[in-house]
Nanobody, 125 residues
Framework: QVQLVESGGGLVQAGDSLRLSCGASGRTFSNYNMGWFRQAPGKEREFVAAISRSGGRNRYTDSVKGRFTISRDNAKNTVYLQMNSLKPEDTGVYYC??????????????????WGQGTQVTVSS
């Protein structure tokens, strides 16, 4: 299995930027599609972005397109989420996740096999 640890969250103002990182250990990182999800208080966990094993494909939820960028460095076993022009509605706990089986980039959390513990992102207005 693979262990995932997120970092980089914090409290920022609307319009600011943050970069989240998710470091992986255990199995070969490049064998996994990687995703970012978030969960706001009282809401279900929602898909944010995903990236393929090689980094050649990515996918975003509509609300973050043009503002967020997912990337990965397989040599460093790390996936990133660059978040620009943050909005209060981006507030939540952000989780990274690893999918070992799929070719397609999944948007359902049930597709993913391994999860980090999450990092809090709070955007004030």
């Amino acid at each position: 299995q693979v262990q995932l640890v997120e970092s980089g969250g914090g409290l920022v103002q609307a319009g600011d930027s943050l970069r989240l990182s998710c470091g992986a250990s255990g199995r070969t990182f490049s064998n996994y599609n990687m995703g970012w999800f978030r969960q706001a208080p009282g809401k279900e966990r929602e898909f944010v972005a995903a990236i393929s094993r090689s980094g050649g494909r990515n996918r975003y939820t509509d609300s973050v397109k043009g503002r967020f960028t997912i990337s990965r460095d397989n040599a460093k076993n790390t996936v990133y989420l660059q978040m620009n022009s943050l909005k209060p509605e981006d507030t939540g706990v952000y989780y990274c996740a690893a999918d070992r089986n799929s070719f397609a980039l999944g948007i359902e959390w049930t597709v993913y096999d391994y999860w980090g513990q999450g990092t809090q992102v709070t955007v004030s207005s």
